[in-house]
């Protein structure tokens, strides 16, 4: 069962940037499709982001052409670069697989938009 720890979230001001990512205990990221979902304050977990193994990606309308999901194998780590970001982007950020059995999940990692 693989672990995954996501870091890099933060107070940032709107219109600014982050870039999160998520470290996996093995090599998970070349063999399964991964996704970045948030969870905000009384709302559901949703999917904002992911990406397949063939290297296809795919985002949510409210993220769409500001954010970008990447990954590197080799450090078996996901990033979230995160532009533009809005009040409403603020959130728990985390990573898992596309779809069912999902992995344990991690703690995630807090990003707040805030002036």
């Known amino acids: 069962q693989a672990q995954l720890v996501e870091s890099g979230g933060g107070l940032v001001q709107p219109g600014g940037s982050l870039r999160l990512s998520c470290a996996a205990s093995g090599s998970i990221f070349s063999i399964n499709a991964m996704g970045w979902y948030r969870q905000a304050p009384g709302k559901e977990r949703e999917l904002v982001a992911h990406l397949t193994r063939g290297g296809s990606t795919n985002y949510a309308d409210s993220v769409k052409g500001r954010f970008t999901i990447s990954r590197d194998n080799a450090k078996n780590t996901v990033y979230l670069q995160m532009n533009s970001l809005k009040p409403e982007d603020t959130a728990v950020y985390y990573c898992?697989?596309?779809?069912?059995?999902?992995?344990?999940w991690g703690q995630g990692t807090q990003v707040t938009v805030s002036s």
């Open positions: 898992n697989r596309l779809s069912p059995p999902f992995f344990v």
